[in-house]
């Protein structure tokens, strides 16, 4: 089980109906941001859920609207007691715009480990974070964020390769064990692999095939729509953004389970009206609102 | 008359209840912003009051709680078709902070004029503005910001200096006039001096005695009150901030009109709690809340 809150959903500049970027994922008290625009912490504040475990902060871009929240949250993790180091991955660049922003909370008690660009997954807090390049007017990436499931313990297959009973419950718990001489792995009480939950998270960019991949099977979908109406794709190829279509287009292409729609322009002030250009594509389609949450649970 | 807003009113972080420091002037359709701190964009928008129009930006210190924001408005204001150049004045320092927030943008439509801590009172958009060094935990400018007033027509002066009746007009709009070999100023057709309209900005400080000179006979006097209850005392001297009694104290002592307290800690939930702790010294006080709107005219 997963938790996540969309804390802003607006996409240039914070409105009073809609903070800038930025999701925030709860797994088992541990936290992830990803993307920090202006609002973040008064969502933050609101939903309650605490600074301290914040233990990683993905950054979309470096694009205002993803980031000027940044060095006022990394101030107020800091107030609120923690002193063990923070991660934050980005694109190309990140780590350069990080320090720049910094000149005005220079000190910190804790220490920032920047990752930039990660071309492999990372296992940090219990998920498994995924980065790939998009095609942004400065460089971006989108993510997904994997939360494996263990196997069912299997009783037939665990008496089947003869394992002594006084060892399944530790066998269970992924530990390998020696004992008489024999060494006994965890696979031979378990059974097959069963799916997790997978979060994927694509904005600012134009719909590239790679997505499609990418986001493959994600029990949710969080796709840039900046722009509601079909005949604002001029404006969209122009600002390489993406329309409610395009994003549902991905979100069928990719087989996902829920689109969620976000980084609304200011200009479309009843997102609403145009949600069924994303339905009538891909029907499980949500808007994004502020501080909508969401749990995911593991399918069986 | 002159029109201000209190954009936002807390200090520290930004909390669903008040957004972080910010002051916006409006004189005549210009507009000086004081501060920018996170939330003041929404504060803008709800307020209606444009973003093209803002000619300055003065920056009281570096410190995230008052110029978070400044990076996003810098784009807002960009995005509102501004191509004027844009002054953004702030204390030592304030160069190299605006240039390292600006990693998040890099391009607007207009000129950026950025000057550090003027030791002369500048003349832009129709007002004074003076600047006076506080004594924070990094270099800090308190501001005042003066609208004269033209001294009235004096016609019984007029007729003693012997001034034609044909240029008693011209004088009056302060120009000179040599007329049949004799030079007319306007000082021989207006009356004395009169008082114009008098505004203080002073957050984050100690209350140093310099203080007092400064704000002296402001019409209003905003000031910092990170914290209500005396027994704060201790607080405010380490975190150099002042308590409400101290803001008081030196609005008694300036002799100004009104006090208006602002940049709350977040942990006081309740200021009006407080509220006595400033008015038994100096009665004509009022708490800052967002967008509190005060229109100061001339007094006569």
Redesign the interface.
Known sequence: MVDIALLGSGG?????ER??SSLLINYKGRKILVDCG??T??SM??LGWGFKSIDVICITH????H???L??LL??IG?SGRTEPLTIIGPEGIE??VN??R???PYLPYEINIIENPSESLYISGLTISALELNHSTPCIGYSFYISRKPKFDQEKAILKEVPKTLWNTLQRGEIVVCDGKKYEPSMVLGSERRGIKISFITDTRPISTIIDFIKDSDLFICEGTYGKNKDLDKAINNKHMTFAEGAELALKGGVKELLLTHFTPAMVEPELYKDNAASIFPNTILGEDRLIKTLVFRD
Chains 1, 2 share one sequence.
């Open positions: 240039g500049m914070p409105t009073p903070f800038l202006e609002g912490q008064v504040k609101i470096g694009h205002g609207d980031i000027v929240g060095p006022g101030a107020t107030n350069n715009i720049c922003l000149v005005i909370v």
